[in-house]
Each structure stands twice: as structure tokens, then as C-alpha cells.
């Protein structure tokens, strides 16, 4: 039986290159029989976390804000696979993801944890102009291991500024065996 994914793609550009990788983790994985949900958080509305801790966990929006993290609260609930696709910014992921990753902090407040363990993975895709890629994932791994979740890998792509760069590289192909293998 399939796993189920859910890809928070925290790119600003539908078609650039960090959609290329999520586009070929996708074709990997759903070609292995799992099924894939992407959110383009650029197209969503996500408010910043206030640090409120007004969350429960239990609740079908554990935030006390609305917005469009109502959609993606169940989908990580139910899922076996978070994707965390993003290009690097300022040595770290973009403020899109972030701001989304911020939130899903409510998963952890008041009632059951629903994001410690729980047998899930993480994976990251990323692309960037340059190859700095230390600091981020130095944080992707302090998540992984907060949440005690399974490291499945990481595909980083760097040397990709233009859309399309990324065209014809191995990362691609590494991105698509990662989706197979999960």
C-alpha cells in the first residue's frame, strides 16, 4: 500500500526550479504507488505565527487564526511523508515555508502531540543560486530530529538562479529516485 505525501512547496515561482524538483519527487512517487498532495504556500493565505500557544491539537483548526492553514492541518495529520521543497534564501528556506513550518506548531499544543514520531518522514528539496546550503540543512536536521521523524533524504541543487537551470541535471533524476524509494 502507498504512503500518502504532502509536498509544502515554498517556492514563489510555480515553474521555477525548486517546482522542478517537486515535479520529478512527485513523478518518482507516484509512480511508486504513493499519493502525493502539493500546497503552493505562495498562492495560499498563511498568517505568521503570533506565539500565542492558543492551539489544541484535537481541534479540526488547532490554530486560533484562520487561514488557509486549514487546509494543510489534516492533510500533515493523516500523512506518512512531509516534503519540505524550497528554494534557499538568506541560508535558510523561504518565508513561505517557514511561515507555514511556524505553524504547524499547533499540531504540538494542548491535547495529543500530532507531530512528535508518529512514524513520519521528512525529505528536503531545494535549489539555490549557490551552493551555501550548511546553515539550512543543519536546521532540516534539528527538525527532523525535534519531531523525531525519519530523515528520508535531501536532494540540493545548487548553481540555479534562472528558471529552467536546473534542466537536464542529475539532481532531477535524484529527486525522482527519492520519490521512488520512499
Not at 507555514?100 to 513520519?120: K, S, W
Not at 546550503?133 to 536546521?139: A, K, N, S
Not at 534562472?162 to 541535471?169: A, C, L, P, S, T
Request: net charge negative.
Amino acid at each position: 500500500m502507498g504512503k500518502s505525501v504532502v509536498i509544502l512547496n515554498g517556492s514563489p515561482r510555480r515553474n521555477g526550479n525548486t517546482s522542478a524538483l517537486v515535479k520529478a519527487f512527485t513523478q518518482g512517487a507516484e509512480g511508486a504507488g504513493h499519493q502525493v498532495t502539493e500546497f503552493f504556500l505562495d498562492g495560499m493565505d498563511i498568517h505568521g505565527c503570533k506565539g500565542c500557544f492558543g492551539g489544541h491539537s484535537d481541534r479540526e483548526c488547532p490554530c486560533v487564526q484562520k487561514d488557509d492553514m486549514a487546509q494543510i492541518y489534516p492533510a500533515i495529520r493523516d500523512c506518512d511523508v512531509v516534503v519540505f521543497a524550497t528554494p534557499l534564501y538568506y541560508w535558510n528556506m523561504s518565508g513561505q515555508i517557514r511561515t507555514a513550518a511556524d505553524r504547524l506548531f499547533a499540531l504540538e499544543e494542548g491535547g495529543e502531540n500530532l507531530l512528535r514520531g508518529h512514524g513520519r518522514g521528512g525529505v528536503l528539496l531545494m535549489a539555490a543560486e549557490g551552493n551555501g546550503f550548511e546553515d539550512v540543512t543543519l536546521y532540516y536536521d534539528h527538525l527532523m530530529e525535534h519531531l523525531r521523524w525519519k530523515n528520508l533524504g535531501k536532494v540540493l541543487c545548487g548553481g540555479v538562479m534562472n528558471v529552467g537551470d536546473n534542466k537536464g541535471r542529475k539532481e532531477l533524476d535524484d529527486a525522482r529516485e527519492l520519490g521512488k524509494s520512499i
